[in-house]
């Protein structure tokens, strides 16, 4: 049985790829801080390895009996990325690639790399510009979360030898329900306030591009990677996406979807002044090299991600913990607090 480091394994993506591992007769080994709690493990528990720790931190043991490394840790989004640009990079750039070395010298093959589409990101000043771009596009990535996938695939692309198959993958953005549930993904952001409000708001009118992909069709992706043969993967760097949709688009194919289920939304455009991501990306070498298709349509997601939702309970859409600016943000209000007061309920020495 091969065993896999899953570093990040109870984040949104981390949980859904280790239930895939483990149905597939992986053994499964998670590094994670667990920032959002063990929750979104909670149904394969008993049959993982967890060890807690900080990817900035971990030492070589952790890589004693791995086969190969799936890193998916690290920070995941802009909001995030910008709030803390120090730790981010530290994470998403260095740590993967202290990790990479380990590998090299522990004699593990294998390393597979969660990058970004973001790393394409031109905006919407130069519509001249906003062209389909494939893994060969020259690219420099300003934003921080970007600038961090990119500099970490560069350090591993360097590492690749006869011994060393580092894969990278740049993943459009991911929607669908995971354990670890976010409501701060497009499309699972039109879902929650379908829900709780009836309306699908589209910023910047809906017009920017973006490349869309499902939650199961980027874990079956990894694991594609994962068992594809060395030479096929050994070096490359793979667009993952199910197809590219404007904004505009994709609220009415959740609409639809919604309608399916008896969810009636009202769509409204807001064209006020706000950032925007806007880029699309060609599929055609991984579908060319590897033959992966992504196959979960955008309306099977969403009915998917509804039925879950209301299965599980994952109703309070209000909670912090849905969504990782407010919620690392809530973290850092509370260690303030504790450091002041001590433990919350258990008596602290009084001031003499």
């Known amino acids: 049985m091969r ?19 483990l149905e597939r007769g992986y053994a499964v080994r998670i590094l994670d801080r667990l920032y959002y709690g063990e929750e979104g493990l909670r149904n394969i528990r008993d ?8 990817m900035r931190t971990v030492k070589i043991e952790v890589l004693e009996g791995i086969d190969a490394v799936l890193n998916v840790g690290g920070l995941s989004n802009d909001p995030t990325a910008e709030y803390n640009p120090k730790a981010n990079y530290e994470m998403n750039a260095i740590a993967s690639r202290k990790l990479a070395v380990f590998c090299k010298e522990q004699g593990v093959p294998r390393y597979i790399f969660a990058s970004s589409c973001s790393i394409y990101d031109r905006g919407v000043s130069d ?3 906003d ?14 979360y970007s600038r961090s996938k990119y500099d970490a695939e560069q350090s591993l692309l360097e590492m690749a030898d006869n011994s060393f198959c580092p894969v990278i993958l740049r993943k459009g953005t991911i929607h669908g329900f995971s354990p670890r549930m976010r409501y701060d993904l497009v499309v699972n952001t039109f879902v929650k ?6 309306v699908l708001t589209l910023h910047y009118g809906g017009e920017i591009w973006r490349p869309v992909v499902d939650i199961r069709d980027v874990a079956r992706t990894y694991i594609a990677c994962l068992e ?12 993952v996406c199910f197809q590219n ?8 194919r959740v609409r639809e979807a919604l309608r399916q289920l008896g969810i009636q939304v009202d769509v409204r455009p807001d064209y006020g002044y706000k950032a925007v991501r806007n880029y699309r990306v060609s599929t055609k070498k991984i579908e060319q090299i590897l033959g992966i298709h992504p ?6 997601s969403v009915v998917d991600m509804v039925q879950k939702v209301q299965q599980y309970g994952y109703t309070d859409f209000d909670n912090p913990k849905y969504y990782n600016i407010r919620w690392m943000r809530l973290l850092e209000e509370a260690q303030k607090v504790i450091q002041t007061t001590g433990s919350v309920f258990e008596t602290v020495n009084e001031v003499p």
């Open 193 to 198: 306030d379908a829900l709780s409000k009836g």
């Open 127 to 129: 519509s001249q510009q």
């Open 228 to 239: 594809a043969d060395t030479a096929s993967v050994r070096g490359e760097v793979f667009n």
């Open 3 to 21: 065993k896999i480091l899953l570093v990040g394994g109870a984040g949104y993506v981390g949980t859904v790829l280790a239930e895939e591992l």
């Open 295 to 300: 196959k979960v349509t955008i309306e099977d």
């Open 131 to 144: 062209v389909l771009q494939d893994e060969s596009t020259k690219v420099n990535p300003r934003a921080a």
């Open 245 to 252: 949709v404007r904004i505009s688009e994709l609220a009415l």
């Open 47 to 54: 049959r993982v390895e967890l060890i807690v720790g900080d």
